[in-house]
């Protein structure tokens, strides 16, 4: 257990709607990353909160957002889902200079 | 922003054979050098990292090398058993809570 939570662990939703995503990082940890995980694209890195804000922005669509809230926790929000929308979305912390991340266990979600 | 390519993509070895996968990166101010380690539907896990202060870092059948003239780091195993199938990522980062750029990853598959 890496100490990251991430809820729901399973998100089956249809195309155009919208999910929130929930990540509560490791205690004391400041730094919250977003990952999205599909089988051709790797890990591609989506955007990066520190001690509540936005501080690194990747391959984020406007679509999607994000925001960090003061106990810490993050929540990544996906509107006008579509299909290729469908992906492990993975949430890390991180809390010392060395940025060595931990990784939840990822919320898999599916647009049908 | 970084760029970091990892080959090979798959790798196929005998149980006690040595593997090895590289990975390059772009951005000559990163600093900071982690492998993850991503079972079949789990999360990426953190096995070794390297800082560009050290060439080598080993941690038992596992080493890193990192050569910073060239731009490029490497993973070795040796004596490599089944349960080390698994998909392997590299990543780098200029560290301090930056972000981690990571490469597309290496699925190597151990035989018995």
């Known amino acids: 257990d890496s100490g990251v939570t991430q809820t729901p662990k399973h998100l089956i939703t249809a195309t155009g709607q919208r999910v929130t995503l929930r990540c509560s990082p490791r205690s004391g940890d400041l730094s919250v990353y977003w990952y999205q995980q599909s089988l051709d694209q790797g890990l591609q890195f989506l955007i990066q909160?520190?001690?509540?804000?936005?501080?690194a922005k990747g391959n984020i669509l406007e679509r999607f957002s994000a925001q960090q809230f003061p106990d810490l926790h993050s929540e990544l929000n996906l509107s006008s889902l579509e299909l290729g929308d469908s992906a492990l979305y993975f949430c890390?912390?991180?809390?010392?200079?060395?940025?060595?991340?931990?990784f939840g266990q990822g919320t898999r979600l599916t647009v049908v | 922003g970084e760029n970091v390519e990892q080959h090979p993509s798959t790798l196929s070895v005998q149980e006690g054979d040595s593997a090895v996968i590289k990975c390059t990166y772009s951005d000559s101010a990163s600093n900071y050098f982690p492998w993850y380690k991503q079972e079949l539907g789990k999360r990426p896990q953190l096995i070794i990292d390297?800082?560009?202060?050290?060439g080598e870092k080993k941690d038992q059948r596992i080493a890193v090398t990192l050569n910073k003239t060239a731009k490029h780091f490497s993973l070795h195993i040796t004596e490599t058993q089944p349960e080390d199938s698994a998909v392997y990522f590299c990543?780098?980062?200029?560290?301090?809570?930056?972000?981690?750029?990571f490469g597309k990853g290496t699925m190597l598959l151990v035989s018995p």
């Open positions: 990543a780098a980062s200029i560290g301090g809570y930056s972000t981690l750029t």
């Open positions: 909160y520190y001690n509540g804000e936005e501080r």
């Open positions: 890390a912390s991180s809390g010392n200079r060395e940025t060595e991340a931990f």
């Open positions: 390297i800082r560009s202060n050290v």
